[in-house]
């Protein structure tokens, strides 16, 4: 069963490299960007066929390793 | 004095610090980060580098290293844990200090001398140091600390700010602040003031051949004080 995650900054915090990515874009002509923020996708492959547990157990993931809860939010997309 | 520096994949400090630590008295072992014992140290210490590459956050997968829970559980009961640079990011990885440290402001790597001012001296690491100014150095992607309201205003009631970023005569101000910190932090304690994470490097400034000395106090005084 694979199963994505997506790792996003929460609002308050800085991010220096989303706001460059902004600036690179505005340069290029897409002047109507409001905002870029930048985050991190995981696909994970688990042998784990139940959905329920496949995910809980994604869920133990992104709060023990994948995303530090001090600066960034989680979001389990995809269970298939 | 024993001490114990863990070398994880991608530590580059190590030596350094076994060489400093050596210097100033210390009986130092070196440790690998796949032991699950600690030796029996007085002073355990994550140095800096660039463990894991920095893959998925600086300092997460060291944090969870096997012998990372010998050393949680050492620090818990008491023993002096200090991390610089990548060391300090394992710690805040590992909760052990609170908050995080983020990409530098103008993400751009840093590498230069800077000033901090020892802003508590209730410690054993900075108890017995007479200049309130330190120039040390920094090499860092990721010095830029970070915590949340509730935290910082913890971590100032507790005054667990162990040093911040200044001018020559300690002068606590944004255009000295090199990496975008909050309220130019380089440097924080746990609470019982046992466990120190700061991004200068004390041991790159023992010896005047290496631009500096200040790192010399510093190491003086927690050899000194630990005694």
């Known amino acids: 069963m694979k199963i994505s995650v997506i790792i996003t900054l929460k609002k308050d915090v800085l991010d220096p490299q989303g706001k460059v990515i902004h ?4 340069g290029m002509g897409f002047d109507d960007v409001n905002e870029v923020r930048q985050g991190k996708y995981f696909e994970i492959d688990t042998s784990e066929t139940n959905p329920k547990k496949a995910k809980d157990k994604v869920e133990e993931m992104c709060k023990k390793l994948l995303a530090n809860l001090v600066i960034e939010n989680y979001k389990i997309i995809d269970a298939q | ?5 863990i070398t994880f994949p ?14 100033f008295g210390f009986k130092n072992k070196m440790v690998w ?47 002096m844990v200090m991390g610089i640079c990548n060391g300090f990011q394992i710690l805040v990885e590992t909760g052990l200090v609170p908050g995080v440290l983020l990409r530098n402001k103008y993400l751009e790597f840093i590498c230069k001398n800077v000033f901090v001012k020892i802003n508590d001296k209730s410690n054993i690491y900075f108890k017995d140091i007479s200049s309130n100014v330190l120039e040390l150095h920094i090499a860092h992607n990721d010095g830029n600390y970070f915590c949340t309201n509730d935290q910082l205003k913890e971590i100032e009631d507790n005054a667990q700010v162990a040093i911040n970023y200044c001018d020559p005569e300690g002068k606590i101000e944004e255009p000295f602040n090199p990496n975008g910190s909050i309220k130019n932090i380089a440097g924080i304690f746990n609470k019982e003031k046992n ?6 490097h004390p041991e790159r400034m023992i010896d005047p051949s290496l631009s500096g000395e ?11 004080n630990l005694k």
């Open chain 2, 1 to 5: 004095m024993k001490s114990a520096v």
């Open chain 2, 33 to 79: 980060h796949q032991d699950v014992e600690l030796p029996k140290s007085d002073l355990v210490v994550l140095p800096g580098g660039f463990s894991y590459g920095d893959y998925l956050r600086c300092g997460s997968m060291a944090s969870k290293s096997k012998i990372m829970q010998s050393v949680i559980n050492f620090a818990n009961s008491g023993g």
């Open chain 2, 195 to 200: 466990v120190l994470g700061m991004m200068p």
């Open chain 1, 23 to 26: 600036q690179a874009l505005d």
């Open chain 2, 214 to 224: 200040d790192g010399s106090y510093f190491f003086k005084n927690l050899i000194n």
């Open chain 2, 10 to 23: 991608g530590s580059n400090c190590d030596r350094d610090m076994d060489v400093a630590l050596k210097k």
